[in-house]
């Protein structure tokens, strides 16, 4: 039997392990530390185990009570863990205070600061990992070991990084939890550091321009559809994260008949700070080289003047392409490992600042640093994302002039599309003109006057 001097002197070892007490009753020891009792029973021929809960909050006393208890309800038949669970269940009905409905809350107060896109990302991987784990056990009693149960598959199935932001999700649940008193401890943090570490590495990218032409090449003469490659081309031109080219709209490139041709992305749509998100001041100018601009007149004829993006899913005109879908081309045209869509960034820096090195022009060092979206120390830089136009202009040029030598005009892409492809194009038009139809349509009826027309309107 345990005494209550052990339980304290327990300490952390490399792997877990038991101390055992009796009757089935242990206390368990992880990595980092956590101790909780645990017992151990055998119900309708199979092993089953319940725990009650972390010493020294728990006693040795107290857990021992709670096994007799338990061994009472196996002694008439009845499953100790599924009548802890019918409580549980019927106390976050009355109180409304289950872990789901608190995340709820939680998350309509923090998707006030994040883009829609990842705000339902978080309510999405909530939904399919951790709500059916403990999303109807009451917050307080969600332990350690349940939220371990949750996020643990997540990192087993190679999603280490997922696994470690569902974590600090969970944990800032609990401390928004215990803000307004619905909550007494944040068992997240306790499994922090049982939780496999992220692997830490750079995003493969090629950094040779002979390479870099080798990439666009041998990609764009796979049979894929024309705007994905489009969408590649204009990425590998202008160094912009991926996320930038695949929500670009229409409206935001000006200028693309004259002499001084830009892209301005909405400060909404940069990766900045929720607050700079909403401040019109740190929109960002790209200036478009004539290939560029290419690029661009090109995507936008092929899907319309008043398609709402410029390079859309290949299946729906109001969606953007799929994150994975350059990635995708890229893999399939042997750069696995080699070069991805967000490598392009670190393309762009490596071969330019080579040349302003070999060609002794420190100041661009600088410039090429804004060209890539990066905030510089200081105010200035930070409200004027277009400064340096100029020299910005002529770099962007000079990047384009050596990236497409030997390479085809962008409508040739058009051209090398066929059967599959083809029908595709046409889909997409015919989805295009019927929307913009029907958008002509909510306009100009009013809202009694189109319910009337009924659905064959």
């Given amino acids: 039997m345990l005494t209550d001097m052990v339980c304290r002197k327990a300490k952390p070892l490399d792997v877990a392990y038991q101390l055992p007490d009796e009757r089935g009753l242990f206390l368990f020891v992880t990595t980092t530390g956590y101790r ?108 350690p070991s349940l939220v371990l149960a949750a996020i643990m598959p997540i990192a087993n199935r190679g999603s280490i990084d997922i696994a470690h932001r569902l974590r600090q999700h969970i944990s800032d649940i609990f401390v928004f939890a215990i803000a307004r008193g619905w909550g007494e401890a944040d068992p997240a943090q306790t499994v922090r550091k049982a939780l496999p570490a992220v692997p830490r590495g750079l995003r493969p990218a090629v950094t040779k321009l002979g ?30 994260r991926p996320g930038m080219v695949r929500m670009a709209a229409p409206e935001e490139f000006e200028g693309l008949g004259g002499d001084a041709p830009i892209w301005r992305v909405p400060a909404a749509k940069m990766k900045l700070s929720a607050d700079r998100r909403q401040d019109p001041a740190f929109e960002f100018v790209l200036p478009l080289s004539t290939q560029a601009v290419e690029v661009v007149n090109t995507a936008i004829e092929m899907g319309g003047r008043h398609a709402p993006l410029v390079f859309p899913s290949a299946h729906h005109v109001h969606k953007p392409m799929g994150d994975n879908t350059l990635s995708k081309l890229y893999r399939e045209a042997g750069f696995q490992d080699e070069h991805c869509p967000h490598g392009w960034r670190a393309t762009f820096s ?20 804004l060209m890539l979206a990066h905030i510089q120390n ?20 000079e990047w384009a ?35 913009s139809i029907v958008d002509r349509r909510h306009v100009s009826q009013p809202a009694d006057a189109h319910a009337a027309t009924g659905p064959s309107a």
């Fill in 350 to 369: 490596t071969i330019m600042n080579e040349r302003a090195a070999l060609y002794d022009r420190a100041h661009d060092r600088a410039v090429i640093e």
């Fill in 378 to 397: 200081g105010v200035e830089p930070s409200y004027n994302r277009s400064l340096y136009m100029g020299r910005r202009r002529e770099l962007a040029q």
């Fill in 401 to 435: 002039d050596l990236l497409m030598a030997g390479l085809p005009a962008a409508p040739a892409l058009l051209e090398e599309q066929r059967g599959t492809s083809e029908r595709q194009k046409r889909r997409l038009r015919h989805e295009r003109a019927v929307s």
């Fill in 211 to 240: 390479d870099a032409q080798q990439v666009l090449r041998r990609s764009e003469t796979l049979n894929a559809y024309a705007v994905t490659k489009l969408a590649g081309r204009l990425l590998a031109l202008t160094a912009a």
């Fill in 36 to 143: 909780s009792w645990r017992f151990q029973y055998r119900y309708g021929g199979r092993q089953k185990r319940l725990t009650f809960g972390g010493y020294p909050e728990v006693s040795l006393l107290e857990a021992r009570d709670r096994r007799d208890q338990a061994r009472m309800l196996i002694r008439d038949g009845i499953d100790p863990n599924v009548t802890r669970k019918q409580k549980a269940a019927a106390r976050a009905q009355a109180c409304d205070n289950s872990f789901r409905t608190v995340m709820l809350l939680w998350h309509v107060d923090r998707a006030k600061t994040l883009k829609p896109r990842y705000a339902k990302q978080i309510l999405q991987r909530f939904q399919a990992d951790i709500f059916p784990v403990f999303g109807s056990i009451p917050i307080r009693d969600v332990t």
